[in-house]
């Protein structure tokens, strides 16, 4: 999650450096506290706090901020926290291009789209809990932790159904990173005159893979 603010952190921007293959608790004074709690922190600045919330939490959750000692005021009594995977575009707004790599391991893009019928391998966050169980800010072993709540994955237009080959924690990557290995279609659906489809993650968003 991003948290925006003033006076969170250092005026110059921290990211963090794992200690003993996790992420800190506390990057350059700040700390974020849920139900009283410390979690990871990703970046800390002044303006703005990555952090990674807990995979067990409460429905609703309190949260508040401290830098050097000093606790932020809570703006509001509790925050709701749901599962809901979203897939990372490079605006980050939420849609766009998915950021995604071809079979091969290539980025995709325009200059290398993806075949019909292959492979292509998308991250994301907010999956929920997995099986078996990863902790927030550990780095996720080698292993298939599938994430355990259900997900529509669709291609527009139609929205025609897919199945993901894997969708769990993405290996070597930080606990609460999403990983999701689909088969294209072959053929695409009116893929004639398009460079590019559109996939609809749940109901809230939809992003584009660039396709040949």
Known sequence: ?????SGLGPQQPVSFQLKDGKLPTELAGTRVLVEGQPIPILYSSYWQINAVLPYS???YFRLAVEYKGLQGEWKAPAH????????????????GRAIALNQDGTPNSAANPAKAGSVITLYGTGGGATNPAGRAGEITALELRT?????????????????P???????????GVDQI???????LPELQNKSAVTLRVNTSQTVTIAVR
């Open 181 to 187: 290995n689909l088969h294209l279609p072959d053929p």
């Open 165 to 175: 080959d894997f969708a769990g924690a993405a290996p070597a990557q930080i606990s």
């Open 80 to 95: 709701r926290v749901s599962t809901d995977l979203s897939i990372f575009t490079f605006d980050g707004s939420g849609s």
């Open 1 to 5: 999650m991003t948290i925006f603010g």
């Open 57 to 59: 939490i409460p429905g």
């Open 147 to 163: 994430l355990i709540s259900p997900f529509a994955l669709s291609l527009e237009p139609g929205d025609t159904p897919l199945t």
